[in-house]
């Protein structure tokens, strides 16, 4: 039995297919499985790298929303593993870091779950690391898997799958405007910098800043502030902000603009506090360029007199040559008379023209009169005031003593220097009557230039002493025209001069006292109404208001020293950008978060 | 019982009978693996769908057109989720679902991209438990705010 057995078992091949199929099929299946093991572990990555993904997206979103209060948070890491979690991955906090802005991090840990290198070139990142361990998967729980070492087979093998995402925060800088509520900075380092004295009753529907020794003169101990002088003078304001450590409010001088029986309440009051000029850039601008150059009053004499010029009365020559300033720019004209076809006598300059370059001698001009070949040779300096108004162009004063009208077409008026009538802007009559047109004027006072000027160390100020006057600076009037009751509530400011009024010199001579020396005390006088819309700037001078006619409208001040001695209304209303005390902070930060890896 | 003997020792027709025998065992096999590679497809597919949905939202989200769930933003999330699977009709056949709002966690803002694909086998659901007819899902949730 037992030979037939052996013979058969060599010679029978009943039971092959069987046979093999038992040698093979564990084979086959191994295979097999690691093919389904293979595929399975590129499904875990997938899913590992979406679960990564989302929770260092999140992860990121956290550390923005702290890094502006508390940059040093590690609460992201808390959102990593949350958010990993409630993607199907459970991992620890370490598994979670940071790669900041200056290149430090807190990745030990992920740098030991996979070598691959952290790539972020430009921090703040976040990573997230999620790693699997394969053994515990279900095919590799097999019988055909070894459970230990020593085993022939290894059937499939156990890697422990990892995933990282990389979330670079992208840099991103937000600006944060406050704007100001002031609407009168006066800057003298002195006690009395703000002086209201007698009756005067400084009512402004905003408030009042005094800078001196912060921000204007940083190496002097602060103590700019306001001082009354006579038991009626008061303050209705909304709010005082000194650089100095004391004030004289709240007191018995100090009270609400509105409700005006109220005293101004200490919680209104702000010393220490600086209050940086915010014009002194815009206005530095300005005076960067040197004013327009013009044909001062009798500056045209004849070179040569030219022939065929037809009648024997006045013409009319416009200057050819030289470069206009700016836009406003327009060439000089002027008057002469004609004599036997030649050019006899000039006669008046009727406009100084506006140039950057001015023109050479000898210069030539078209006539109103035909003719030919006059040539002139023209003197550069201030224009006198003549009466007329002309837009762009440098007077030596605008000096309005006389009574009547006078309005002003919109556009910028440089007074250089003044002259022996008017050191600037002048208005001394009773019955004078001062406007401007919708579109707005900026008056600059600045030093003088020619012979017709009191020469350049003569600076242009303001002296009005009585009149009504109507004057609105670009930007401020909401009507067609420039009155009382078209001024604006507001100023944008959309050009250089946007919103300036009085714009002085910021080189011009500088106030060491009160109104002391006398030429730099800028007067803002009288009984008539006074009604201006705008910003005044006197940064070195001194700023006087008194008689009994109040200034009104949207009007803000900016000077050395405020003398208040009548009852002026001022309002922050037509005061551009930030207005005075606004501030504007610029913040860096990180923004949206940026999928890197 | 003479042919009872001849039909036990005759061997002929043997490979037959083993192949009739063993021919359903390996197709059962071998159409399960192929189901079970198709099943992975499917989960793949969602998966690649979700996450490309959740990325497009992101990307999106400091813009207008998904700083909240607009019209523009989902039809953007589903074309995303299309191109991602590899079948320009993936949102057609499956359920592609997406929400920008707050977040359980009381966060501000959280994006939910889902994709719930039909997945049937070519064997019966009674063959093997793990490759039966279902709906394969992958969901991703992420904050942005």
């Keep these: ?597 | 019982m003479r042919m009872i003997r001849q039909l036990h020792r005759n061997s002929d027709g043997s490979v037959a009978v083993e192949t009739a025998i063993f021919t359903p065992i390996f197709l059962v096999m071998m159409l399960g693996i192929t189901d079970l590679g198709a099943g992975m497809f499917v989960r793949m597919q969602a998966n690649a769908a979700a996450q490309a949905g959740a990325t497009y939202a992101v990307l999106n989200s400091s813009t207008p057109v998904c700083t909240t769930l607009t019209s523009t933003c989902l039809a953007g999330i589903e074309q995303a989720m299309n191109d991602a699977s590899g079948n320009s009709s993936f949102c057609s056949s499956a359920v592609c679902t997406a929400s920008i709002g707050e977040c359980a966690d009381g966060s501000p803002k959280c994006i939910i991209v889902t994709a719930n694909y039909p997945y049937a086998p070519i064997l019966s659901d009674a063959v093997y438990s793990w490759a039966s007819t279902q709906n394969y899902s992958s969901t991703i949730t992420l904050r942005i705010q």
Aim: hydrophobic residues 35%.
């Design chain 1, 1 to 597: 039995m037992i030979s037939q057995f052996k013979n058969c078992f060599w010679k029978c091949s009943a039971g092959a297919v069987a046979a093999m199929t038992a040698l093979v099929l564990p084979v086959l299946l191994g295979f097999t499985s690691l093919g389904v093991e293979v595929g399975h572990w590129y499904l875990g990555l997938r899913q590992m790298q979406g679960a990564a993904d989302a929770a260092a997206i999140s992860a990121a979103a956290q550390y923005i929303a702290d890094y502006p209060t508390n940059p040093s948070s590690l609460t992201y890491q808390t959102v990593g593993v949350n958010y990993a979690a409630t993607n199907g991955y459970t991992i620890p906090t370490a598994n979670v870091c940071l790669v900041s802005a200056s290149g430090s991090d807190n990745c030990g840990t992920v740098r030991s779950l996979d070598s691959r290198p952290i790539i972020c070139s430009t921090g703040p990142c976040v990573v997230v690391e999620i790693t699997q361990n394969t053994a515990t998967w279900l095919s590799t729980q097999l019988s055909l898997e070894p459970g230990t070492t020593g085993r022939i087979v290894q059937a499939i093998p156990k890697p422990t799958l990892t995933a990282r995402a990389i979330v670079r925060a992208v840099s991103q800088t937000v600006s944060t405007t406050k704007q100001g509520t002031d609407c009168i900075l006066a800057l003298a380092n002195d006690a009395a910098a703000v002086l209201v004295h007698g009756n005067g009753d400084l009512q402004a529907n905003c408030g009042v800043a005094i800078d001196g020794g912060l921000d204007q003169n940083a190496s002097g101990t602060a103590v700019g502030g306001m001082t009354f002088n006579g038991s009626p003078s008061a303050v209705h304001i909304s709010n005082l902000v000194v650089s100095s450590s004391s004030t004289n409010c709240p007191g018995a001088h100090c009270f609400l603009y509105n409700p005006a029986t109220s005293k101004l309440p200490a919680a209104n009051v702000f010393t220490n506090t600086a209050t940086p000029d915010p014009y002194a850039s815009q206005v530095a601008v300005l005076f960067a360029t040197a004013p327009p150059a013009g044909v001062q009053t009798g500056g045209v004499a004849i070179k040569t007199a030219g022939s065929g010029y037809t009648g024997s009365g006045t013409c009319t020559f416009t200057v050819t040559g030289g470069t206009y300033y700016t836009t406003s720019g327009s060439p000089a004209k002027f008057t002469a008379k004609i004599s036997g076809g030649k050019v006899t006598n000039p006669l008046t300059v009727t406009d100084p023209g506006a140039y950057t370059t001015f023109p050479t001698s000898p210069v030539s001009a078209t006539s109103s009169c035909a003719g030919s070949g006059a040539t002139f040779t023209l003197t550069q300096g201030c224009f006198t005031w003549n009466g007329t108004a002309i837009a762009g162009r440098k007077y030596c004063s605008i000096n309005l003593n006389g009574a009547g009208t006078t309005n002003f077409p919109a556009g910028s008026y440089w007074i250089a220097g003044g002259d022996s009538g008017c050191v600037g802007f002048c208005v001394s009559s009773n019955n004078a009557t001062v406007t401007s047109e919708a579109a707005g004027v900026t008056f600059f006072l600045t030093n003088g230039d020619g012979t017709n000027s009191l020469g350049t160390n003569s600076y242009a100020h303001v002296a009005i002493t009585s009149g009504t006057i109507s004057l609105c600076a670009p930007g401020t009037s909401s009507g067609t025209t420039c009155t009382t009751t078209n001024f604006g509530s507001g100023c944008t400011a959309t050009t250089s001069t946007s919103c300036l009024l009085f714009v002085q010199n910021p080189a011009a001579t500088t106030s060491t006292a009160d109104g002391n020396p006398s030429s730099t005390n800028n007067t803002f006088d009288g009984n008539g109404t006074r009604t201006l819309s705008g910003l005044i700037y006197l940064p070195k001078q001194t700023f006087a208001e008194a008689g009994n006619g109040p200034i009104q409208g949207c009007v803000g001040i900016i000077a050395k020293y405020v003398d208040i001695g009548g009852t002026p209304l001022f309002s922050n209303g037509c005061l551009p950008g930030n207005g005075i005390g606004g501030t504007t902070t610029t913040v860096t930060s990180w923004g949206s978060p940026f999928l890197y890896q």
